[in-house]
């Protein structure tokens, strides 16, 4: 029985390139449809927890899309963290922490330009093997996001973005390049960031802006399908071109619990995890559409439309290992008027029994063990937990920040994957999201704090982009050395 954490477990660290890149149009980078995203300084932070705060409508896309006269400071992803500029200072951080992998993800952008290039951008090909290969000469694996949800703009302005069935042969084109060109140093392959992600947040996820779309679920699992589609392509490609990395799935994960023991709640916590999370991965790690989305498609009068071959290619080619983000739990109830919360992606139900963060979100560490059985139980698949970690104001006081707050919340979910292990769970890997501050993607600011390394960087973009250690980087340089036993 597997009583710890097993001796070659991936400790490790997340970012995306849009939330802490910069260098927006260096090195030959295409405008990105993350770079139109903005922040919204005449809001409160309560406000920005309010996920329509922070969501395009068509007036404020086109106000972005047609913004001549860009001020940085209200675009903070065309800035991030300047991690573009300083990754090679930033991986000595990572491997002073000890960390064993490091996930981030290949902005599309840098390698196709306008997505739709003859050619690939030979200067963003070599920024990603000057960075992987820093992380190989450190003993660091890289665990590299394929798409981060931010596509060359000029694929969504010209093609439409996901709902045209040419992105999937973009799409691949892209992930050709960088198997040839980066197969040698990526060892774990993520085609999509959290691919339910189309359904909560449409614009993140499939570059659909929601207002105006006369049919959007039909629209939004159209796309979804074309994703489905380019990640199979990707595993397939995978098996052709890469001798031993592995392609897996991802979603965001909204663990949820029925409300009360009525058996009408149960019900209504089955059918929302078959509709928000089971769904996504059954298609990438079974291969096929699963009957219960029959129902759903029915009722909501949504046909996607597929084309010959489609099914055999997701039976043929099914992911290596599974993987979600997870940051907090949520109830299901058919009482429409059960209190509600903010989460990662969505507003949700408020489960009375659990404490919430500053934003709002449910803490529930116990949360992941349960989430640790139900996806393992399905799959019987490796898992990486590809992002967790607790958002917060932190002070920088004396050049560190005494954030117990996020040693608590660390801890007790570290805790829960052990218990999880102890299960019987096959779980291979953790990478803590945005270890090292970054731009939040949901609210847009800088002061949603989850690194164990500070950067000096304020909402607006002022600051001396320092970076610090807090107080949970030695909590989990120590956790790592001793392979979860010291927390
Ligand atoms: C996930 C995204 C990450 C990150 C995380 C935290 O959905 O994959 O990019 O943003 O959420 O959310 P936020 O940054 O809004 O706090």
């Known amino acids: 029985m597997k009583t710890n954490f097993p001796e070659d477990f ?35 932070q309560k406000e920005r927890t309010d996920r329509k705060n922070s969501r395009f409508n068509k007036e404020t896309f086109n106000k972005a899309l047609n913004d001549t006269n860009p001020k940085l400071e209200n675009y903070p992803f065309r800035h991030g963290i300047d991690f573009y500029n300083r990754y090679l200072e930033d991986i000595e951080l990572f491997a002073e922490l000890g960390i064993k992998v490091f996930r981030t993800s290949i902005n599309w952008a840098r390698i196709f330009p306008n997505g739709d290039d003859a050619m690939p951008n030979e200067e963003g090909i070599q920024f990603y093997i000057n960075l992987f290969d820093a992380c190989q000469k450190r003993g660091i694996k890289v665990f590299a996001t394929i798409l981060h949800y931010n596509i060359p703009l000029n694929l969504l302005t010209t093609y439409g973005g996901w709902r045209n069935r040419k992105l999937v042969d973009f799409y691949v084109k892209y992930v050709e390049v960088l198997f040839d060109r980066l197969g040698d140093y990526v060892d774990y392959w993520l085609p999509f960031n959290e691919i339910n992600a189309g359904k909560f947040s449409p614009y993140n996820g499939v570059c659909v802006v929601p207002d105006g779309e006369p049919e959007l679920e039909n629209t939004i699992f159209q796309c979804i399908h ?38 009408e709640d149960m019900m209504q916590s089955i059918l929302d995890d078959q509709y928000s999370n089971w769904f996504y991965l059954d298609v990438m790690a079974r291969g096929y559409y699963p009957e219960y989305m029959d129902r759903y498609f029915k009722q909501a009068n949504i046909n996607i439309k597929m084309e010959p071959g489609d099914l055999e290619l997701l039976k043929e080619n099914t992911v290596n290992f599974v993987s979600f983000s997870y940051y907090f739990s949520l109830v299901s109830t058919t009482d429409q008027g059960w209190e509600r919360t903010s989460g990662n992606l969505i507003m949700a139900n408020k489960n009375p029994h659990l404490k919430s963060s500053e934003w709002g979100w449910q803490m529930d560490p116990l949360g992941l063990r349960i989430t640790l059985n139900q996806v393992y139980d399905r799959y019987r698949l490796p898992i990486i937990i590809a992002e967790n970690g607790l958002g917060a104001h932190d002070q920088l006081e004396n050049g560190t920040v005494n954030d117990d707050y996020r040693i608590d919340y660390l801890k007790t979910h570290v805790e829960a994957m052990r218990e999880a292990i102890i299960d019987g769970v096959d779980l291979i890997g ?15 600011e800088m002061s949603k704090r989850y690194g164990v390394i500070y950067v000096d960087q304020d909402d607006y973009g002022n600051g001396t982009l320092e970076r610090y250690k807090k107080k949970s980087f030695y909590w989990y340089k120590k956790c790592i050395e001793t392979n979860g036993e010291v927390l």
């Open 10 to 44: 991936l400790w490790g660290g997340a970012i995306a390139a849009s939330q802490a890149d910069g260098a927006y149009l260096q090195g030959g980078k295409g405008l990105d449809t993350q770079d139109l995203r903005f922040f919204r300084p005449e809001l409160s």
């Open 226 to 263: 074309h994703q489905f589609i380019a990640n199979a392509m990707t595993v397939k490609l995978a098996k052709k071109m890469l001798s031993g990395s592995k392609v897996g799935a991802m979603i965001a994960r909204f663990t949820t619990y029925p409300a009360t023991s009525r058996p």
């Open 430 to 444: 953790y990478t803590m999201w945005g270890f090292i501050d970054i731009v939040s993607c949901g609210s847009m």
